[in-house]
């Protein structure tokens, strides 16, 4: 979403026109899930992608068009068995994609595309959960044009993205929805030089992070330029330390009584993921240092360590890799497991 935000802002200060195709619905395998976006400006560029780089340059083809009469379309790209050979792609994904392109035209109808910026600036600084219906389809274009952006009121049973119908002002019309959330939060408590790594490949992935630590020299925002913020607090701060629950929280400190006060303070928070930096050895004298109260209070399935999947990880670069890897399994609750092709004389005489 940053890269999309950040080309329609370019759009608006050079006066250069665009549009925007977002992902409104999938069937089978595809690239990309629905939701997924890219910008293509009528200069060319495309921020963003919605397949493995096929579809868009089909898209840029439509662009023109689009632009000229200003008017959205929507369009599907079907590249299952015989289809795919009809596209002309070879794209072997065995699935479809529809995608809503729009028009954003900051010279010609500016108030339109200022509109749909905020939107979608909203959509990526939100830190609350609402819906958001674009019009795909409308009975009565005239009141309710495709296109139309509107949020939304009701509180949808499915909290995911997709087509809905709904009837606006009297008129039916389907929509597609955006189900916003708040960006992950992931607290991380240690400014030193194995942290850098570890912010900069959760910027990669538009997670927001906060960065605390007490040494001054640490603590700098001039480290962390990924970070959406740097706190430096005073050595004593780490016991009145308070979390909501969509929080992830990773202990990186290297100073072994402050990861126990960490973790004292932590276990008293009601956050979604606690992920502790070192050995088994270590965390095993961490929780030596519970009491007996606090051990029974152990939040079960959250904490992690060694935090990171296994993967062999060994420099800072590799462990940030894990780390965020194992975070984002965490976060859609998939075991992480290795997927792992094995083929077979049969398989292979039934591809021939």
């Not at 397949?51 to 089909?58: A, I, N, P, R, T």
């Not at 002309?88 to 108030?111: N, W």
């Not at 955006?178 to 942290?195: E, L």
């Amino acid at each position: 979403m940053k890269k999309i935000i950040q080309g329609l802002q370019r759009c608006i200060d050079e006066k250069k026109r665009a549009v925007i195709a977002t992902i409104i619905k999938t069937e089978g395998s595809s690239y990309q899930s629905v939701g997924s976006r890219c910008l293509l400006d009528e200069d060319g560029r495309i921020d963003g992608i919605v397949s493995g780089g096929c579809v868009e340059q089909d898209l840029m083809e439509r662009v023109t068009e689009i632009l000229s009469n200003h008017k959205p379309e929507t369009c599907c790209y079907d590249f299952r068995s015989e289809n795919d050979f009809l596209w002309g792609m070879g794209v072997g994904c065995d699935g479809a994609v529809t995608l809503f392109l729009q028009p954003f035209d900051p010279v010609a109808f500016p108030e339109e595309a200022m509109e749909l910026f905020h939107h979608y600036k909203e959509i990526y600084e939100s830190d609350k959960m609402y819906s958001l219906a674009t019009v795909i389809r409308s009975s009565d274009e005239k009141k309710v044009p495709v296109g139309m952006v509107k949020k939304l009121s009701l509180d949808l049973q499915e909290k995911h993205s997709g087509l809905i119908c709904l009837n606006m002002d009297g008129v039916n019309t389907e929509c597609y929805v955006d189900w916003v959330a708040p960006r992950q939060q992931v607290v991380i408590f240690g400014a030193g030089p194995d942290a850098v790594p570890l912010v900069k490949q959760l910027a990669t992935i538009e997670w927001r992070t906060t960065v605390v630590d007490h040494r001054p020299y640490y603590a700098k925002a001039s480290n962390f330029p990924g970070a959406e913020r740097v706190q430096l607090i005073n050595r004593s701060d780490y016991d009145t330390i308070r979390l909501n629950e969509k929080v992830f929280a990773i202990i990186m400190t290297h100073n072994f009584t402050l990861d126990v006060k960490l973790m004292k303070r932590l276990i008293q928070n009601p956050v979604s993921y606690i992920g502790i930096l070192g050995s088994k050895k270590r965390i095993g004298k961490i929780l030596n240092c519970l009491s007996e109260e606090e051990i029974k209070r152990f939040p079960k399935g959250i904490v992690h360590s060694p935090i990171g999947l296994d993967i062999g990880a060994s420099t800072p670069e590799e462990i940030a890799i894990s780390i965020v890897a194992e975070m984002i399994a965490f976060k859609k609750k998939k075991n992480a497991a290795f997927r792992v092709v094995e083929p077979t004389i049969s398989l292979h005489s039934q591809v021939i």
